[in-house]
């Protein structure tokens, strides 16, 4: 029973909450729209005036205006004055631009010769007149023509002689449905509405028409009457049924909230009045309260939807607790059994563990093993080549031992310039036999690091090197078609020398009883891959083209090879990315091996 009324007690307290809180952000949302339209509305009334005050004193400097006040009599003078007041009405954009004398008698104006014309007339009641007399300075005022009862500012300066001595005043009107017209815009839910009030709380420009020429100061002081009349003459000026409702909680000073009656009943307005610059008006902004009752509305579904959640999550924390401590019950009881489990996984985790540890070891013994047999299948090529290695080295050697042995005898003739040629020819052939030695060294070398970006056509170059210092490839044509670009690919620069010795090395053991033996190397751009093909017109492969691959898979005798140069060459070909094949060629007798390794670029 408790908790029921403490729930009910909530939710009362919320939705007030919520009610009086959507009426502060209805009330502060409606005073800032209004206070953004009151400072537009304020700046373009400066604007207005900043742009006709100083028109008046520019005209009083005309010298034919103190020429027409000191000749008043002078029909011809007259007529010049009329005529410059239809060009300055033209030039300034203004309503009507006339000149007094000062007894307040028009004697010109922009207007002269029409029936309404201003000439004549005595303005000398009109207090833009006698203020001008007697401050000397510019006026502004505002008031409803006397024959035209249209809505006008005034602006009026003194006119002046070369002495400094008053002769008169000039004055301009100019309409103020500009200002008026400022208030049409889009229309929106929001749209506030507009009062300018003068000195004596008179609407004289509205955005509603019902509200023009009304008294917004009902009961005021009853001597601004005559004041009033002669400002807007044949207007009623009827008071507005207007009742203060005070001003709402947390508003600025200048807001408030009023109640207007009219033709389709009362409505309360938040209205915010402010002083309009250089003259006695106020602008009062009136905006409708009506939005603030549906952001009222929305403040209290939302506390209320706020109520609901806090008051769900409430259940279901509750039953949550409930159901926790159910829950710890059984977790004492599954506690026992997890810890069986668990002892029973660690046994099987530790026997896992041991597996994998093995397991990597004879991963590591393998690669290891591989290294190996990849060395040793080079090795076991350079064992077989041994005997060119031989006749390669013995052959120079002998050369040089010609050659120092003339030129002992040349230097017991005294003929040192052929001394000298056999020494270049030393030098020559000891060079040849160190570039030999040095490229065995090269391919005898295990491999370092891992794979990077190499140029394909150096292992090339250092295949054949190998190559050509057989005696058995003596007499075959090696016909190396070498690109004059660097061929960059993804590889290791020995093992991919190793692939190509034994490719080449095949291919001149096939050429063997051959007639015009001849071997063909090509580099070709494939898109990723490059494509090295080594083509012989030897006697070809067997049917089964894969089965060359195998381990231990051989069509030469035992003393030739142990059939592991193909296998490991694939296996090197694989780790590196790429592919290798063979297959007889199809353009005429003989066989193809292709190599394919990933194409990469130089900075890479």
Known sequence: MLHRFGVYAILAVTLLLSWLLGGWYGYRQLEQEALQEAFRYRQLVANELNRYLPVPALIAEHPLLAEALREPDDAVILLRANEQMQRMATIVGGSDIYLMDMSGLTIAANNFGQPDTFVGNNYAFRPYFHEAVRTGESVAYFA???????????????????????????AIKVLVHELESQWHRPESPRQADMVVLDGDGISFLTSRSEWLYRDFQPGSDPEKAPRIRRRYPARELT???????????????????????????????????????????????????RPVLWTRGGFVVGGLAMFLAGFLTWLYLRERYRRERELALRGEQLERRVAQRTADLKRSNDQLLDEIQERERAQTELRETQQELIQAAKLAVLGQMSAGLNHEINQPLTAIQGYARNSRKFLERGATDMVDANLEEIVSLCDKMAELIRQFKVFARKSEGPPSVVDLRLAVDGALKIIRAQHTSVGIEICWRRPEAPVMCHGDLIRIEQVMVNLVANAVQALEGREQPEIEVVVEDEGDYWRCCV??????????????????????????????????????????????????????????????????RAEE
């Open 144 to 170: 409803l023509g006397y024959r035209s009862l249209e809505r006008g500012l005034y602006f009026t300066h003194p006119v002046r002689d070369q002495r400094g001595n008053m002769l008169g005043v000039v």
């Open 239 to 289: 008071p507005v049924d207007l009742m203060e409702k005070g001003k709402p909680w947390g508003l600025a000073e200048e807001s408030s909230r009023i109640q207007l009656g009219g033709p389709t009943g009362a409505e309360v307005y938040l209205t915010v009045e402010t002083a309009l610059p250089r003259l006695d008006w106020s602008l009062m902004v009136l905006t409708n309260t």
């Open 535 to 600: 083509r012989d017109n030897g006697h070809g492969l067997p049917g089964n083209t894969e089965q060359v691959f195998e381990p231990f898979f051989t069509t030469r005798s035992v003393k030739q090879g142990l059939g592991l140069g193909l296998s490991i060459s694939r296996q090197i070909v694989d780790a590196l990315g790429g592919s290798l094949i063979g297959h007889n060629r199809e353009d005429g007798p003989g066989a193809e091996f292709v190599l394919k390794l990933k194409q990469r």
